[in-house]
C-alpha cells in the first residue's frame, strides 16, 4: 500500500506523517454535522416516513475491518444506551450506509440500506464489494434521521500485485480497569493500513474499587447484556474509538473475551461453572464479539460456535493467516510429560490442515500468522532444568514442533502474538530443545495496550534478566505498554517497538523503544 505513504508523505523508518489525519476527519464530521447533510440522503417522502429513534443511537462509533481487494466490512451498532442493553426499540431499524472516495462524499460509490435487528443487538454489518483495490474510501451511516461520524477505510491490494509496502500495526490485551488505551493515540498518527487485533479486547474480570477506570456492571459478564454492556463500555474509549474510524482491523480473540485460560468447553474453575453453564456463557460471549467486530458473516456464531479463523491476502506481498488458538484446543497440561504428549492440539485437526496447506501454497512473499498466544519457547527455570507456562504453545510441543518443521519449506514465515504484556521477539527455532537447531522463522510477541498498567521496570529486569540465558532465541524483552508497527517490503520487514510513558492518564507521550529488521530470504530477527 504504497501509494498511500507516498502520497501524505510519510516515512517509513519514522513514521511521521505530514498532514494530521484528525484534521481531514474533523473536516468530513463537520460537514455531516449540519442538517442540510442529512437531508440528502433520502427523497422528502421516503423521510417523511422514518420511524423516530431516540437521540443518540451512534454512540458507539463506527470500524471497518477484514479488507479485500474489491471490498471491505463497514460496522456500527446502534445504541442510544450502550451500558444497558442498549437502549432501543425491539423492532428492526433501516439504517442507510454510503462509502465514497472523499471526506465530503461528494464521490459516492456504494450506497445502501442494512437491517439492524434486535437479535444481534442492533449491530451492521456491511459487506461491501465492487471498490477498488489499494484505495482509501470514508463511510458514514444514516438512521432515524441521524448520521453516524465519519469513518475512514482502505481496501487491500489487487490480488496480484508484486510489491509496494504494507504498515500493520499489532494489539492485544486492552483491559479497561489497569489504564487509559493511550498507544491508540500514537497509532492513529502512525497511519497503519490494517490493524491486527490478537486477542483480549474486553476482561470480563469483576469491577475493582481500586481499578484506574472501574469495569461497569457487578461482576463478570455470564449472559448476553452483560456482554454487551462490557464491550460498549470498550468502546466509549476515545482513543480506540479513533483507531477503529481511521483504519481497518483484522481481530480474533483469546480467552478474556470469554473467561480467563478457558479451552474449547473448559471454563478455567470447571469446579465452579458446570459444563452446560458454561456453553451458555460461551454462546453468549461470541454472540456479542461477533456483534461489536468488524467481520463478515461467515463469523455469525452457531451457539457455543464461531469461525474466526481466516486469511486475508495483502497482493503477493503479504498473506495473513489468522488463528482461533482456544476454540479447538486441548484442555492444558499440568506437567513438563503432559505438554509433549502428541495427543494434545492447540489448533484442532481441521484448521491446522488449513493452515499448513495455506503456508505450502501460499504465493506470497510474507507469510504473517496471527497467533494468540506466544509461539517460542519460554523456559521460566532459570538454570538446570525446563518450566514452561502450559497455556502457550510451550503447552503443546508437538503440534508446536510439528509447525515449526513446517516452516522450514515457507517462504519468510513470521508470527504475531500478544497474550504476554510482555514485547517478546525471537527467532523461532526448528527445535528449542537443541539451541543448536536452525532458525525458522521471526515471531513479535505485542505488548499490552494497558493490561498489567504502568509495571515496575526496576522489579521486571529483577525477575526476567536472569533467564535470558537460558533462552538465547530472545532478541528484545520489554514490560512497556504499547504496541507494535511493522512496513512490510519485499527485502525485509522494519519493526518497531512503539511504547507510551504511561497509561495511568488519558494523556501520555510515546516513542521508539527500539528497531528490528527482518530480511527475506534470512529466517530470524535482529535489533537494528
Not at 474489491?70 to 451500558?83: F, K, N, S
Not at 474486553?202 to 459478564?221: D, K, L, M
Not at 503456508?359 to 538446570?384: C, F, K, Y
Request: hydrophobic content about 40%; some cysteine.
Amino acid at each position: 500500500m504504497s501509494e498511500r505513504h507516498t502520497r501524505q508523505g510519510s516515512s517509513p523508518m519514522t513514521g511521521a506523517v505530514q498532514p494530521d489525519r484528525r484534521r481531514v476527519l474533523t473536516a468530513g464530521a463537520a460537514v455531516l454535522g449540519a442538517a442540510a447533510s442529512a437531508q440528502l440522503w433520502l427523497p422528502a417522502t421516503a423521510r417523511a416516513a422514518e420511524r423516530p429513534l431516540p437521540d443518540g443511537v451512534f454512540s458507539l462509533g463506527v470500524a471497518s475491518g477484514d479488507p479485500l481487494p474489491d471490498g471491505v466490512v463497514l460496522w456500527t451498532r446502534l445504541a442510544r444506551d450502550p451500558l444497558n442493553g442498549g437502549g432501543m426499540p425491539d423492532r428492526d431499524v433501516p439504517v442507510e450506509w454510503q462509502i465514497a472516495r472523499d471526506a465530503r462524499f461528494r464521490k459516492v460509490v456504494r450506497r445502501g440500506t442494512a437491517q439492524a435487528r434486535p437479535t444481534y443487538g442492533h449491530s451492521v454489518h456491511v459487506d461491501v464489494r465492487g471498490l477498488r483495490p489499494d484505495t482509501a474510501y470514508w463511510f458514514r451511516f444514516r438512521a432515524g434521521g441521524q448520521l453516524s461520524r465519519v469513518g475512514r477505510t482502505r481496501t487491500a491490494p489487487a490480488a496480484h500485485s508484486p510489491g509496494g509496502s504494507l504498515r500493520v500495526a499489532l494489539a492485544s490485551c486492552q483491559n479497561w480497569q489497569h489504564g487509559y488505551f493511550t498507544p491508540y493515540a500514537d497509532m492513529l498518527d502512525q497511519d497503519p493500513d490494517v490493524v491486527v487485533f490478537v486477542g483480549d479486547y474486553i476482561y470480563e474480570s469483576t469491577p475493582s474499587a481500586t481499578a484506574v477506570r472501574r469495569h461497569e456492571g457487578s461482576g463478570e459478564p455470564y449472559g448476553l447484556t452483560q456482554y454487551r454492556n462490557r464491550y460498549a463500555q470498550y468502546r466509549s474509549d476515545p482513543d480506540l474509538a479513533e483507531m477503529h474510524a481511521n483504519a481497518p482491523f483484522v481481530v480474533t480473540f483469546d480467552d478474556h473475551e470469554v473467561d480467563n485460560d478457558f479451552a474449547g468447553e473448559i471454563p478455567q474453575d470447571p469446579g465452579k461453572q458446570a459444563h452446560d453453564a458454561f456453553v451458555a456463557r460461551l454462546t453468549a460471549a461470541y454472540q456479542a464479539y461477533y456483534e461489536h467486530m468488524p467481520v463478515r458473516a461467515t463469523a455469525v456464531p452457531d451457539g457455543p460456535h464461531i469461525r474466526m479463523h481466516r486469511r486475508l491476502e495483502f497482493g503477493r506481498l503479504a498473506r495473513l493467516n489468522v488463528l482461533d488458538t482456544r476454540q479447538y484446543r486441548s484442555d492444558q497440561a499440568t506437567s513438563q510429560e503432559g505438554a509433549q504428549d502428541p495427543a494434545l492440539t492447540m489448533l484442532g485437526a481441521a484448521q491446522k490442515r488449513w493452515l499448513v496447506d495455506g503456508l505450502r501454497h501460499s504465493p506470497a512473499r510474507w507469510n504473517l500468522i496471527a497467533s494468540q498466544i506466544m509461539m517460542a519457547e519460554t523456559d521460566l527455570q532459570v538454570g538446570e532444568g525446563k518450566l514452561w507456562f502450559y497455556d502457550a504453545w510451550d503447552g503443546y510441543q508437538a503440534e508446536r514442533n510439528a509447525l515449526l518443521q513446517e516452516f522450514r519449506r515457507v517462504s519468510n514465515p513470521v508470527v504475531l502474538t500478544g497474550d504476554r504484556h510482555l514485547t517478546m521477539i525471537s527467532d523461532l527455532k526448528a527445535d528449542f530443545a537443541d539451541p543448536g537447531s536452525a532458525v525458522v522463522g521471526a515471531e513479535f510477541v505485542g505488548t499490552s495496550i494497558s493490561s498489567n498498567g504502568d509495571q515496575d521496570q526496576a522489579a521486571f529486569r529483577a525477575q526476567w534478566d536472569p533467564r535470558r540465558a537460558d533462552n538465547p532465541h530472545w532478541k528484545l524483552l520489554d514490560a512497556h505498554r504499547g504496541y507494535h508497527l511493522f512496513d512490510i517490503r519485499r527485502d525485509g520487514i522494519d519493526a518497531r517497538v512503539r511504547v507510551v510513558d504511561t497509561v495511568l492518564r488519558p494523556r501520555a507521550t510515546p516513542s521508539t523503544l527500539a528497531s528490528l529488521r527482518v530480511e527475506a530470504g534470512r529466517p530470524g530477527v535482529h535489533l537494528v
